[in-house]
């Protein structure tokens, strides 16, 4: 009996020296956490931000509930949607909103702005989209499948950009 008292004493001084201290954080909202990702790589190429679409958020988590629910998680066929999108299937875990866009950006390194192409064998088309400046708003949903065997996580942009010929910024 004495023990468990002093395990219930034990936790609520731990918990409240986090709380008095400020170590104990909330949780990010994993809306903000797309948008400033994705507004601080526009601000990297003096890109304006993007603002959050709920119908565009709203179209996402269809879309990747479908997935999760119908075809094993696998990749949406995005090619003849009306918005711009970009997509990662992480095949273990969850990755948070900030590391799914980070991963987009990290094709930055493969693309040559003034010559608007990207280094051979390399793929660049989900960095332009997260920088084309005609862009105006972003929506993004995630889902987890199985037994958090993986994730898949969509983000669509209003207007689409990608236009072939065309420098994102």
Known sequence: MIEGLVSVAFVALVISHFLVHGVAKRAPNPTQEYLDAHNQARARVGVGPLQWSEQ???ETSLLVRYQRD???CEFANLKRGQYGANQLR???GIMSPRLVVESWVEQKKYYNHPANSCARNHTCGSYTQVVWRKSLELGCAMAVCGNVTASLTICFYNP???????SPY
Do not use: K, S
């Open 90 to 92: 992480v095949g273990r």
């Open 56 to 58: 565009l958020a709203h």
């Open 70 to 72: 119908n075809q094993g």
């Open 160 to 166: 689409p950009g990608n236009y072939y010929g065309e």
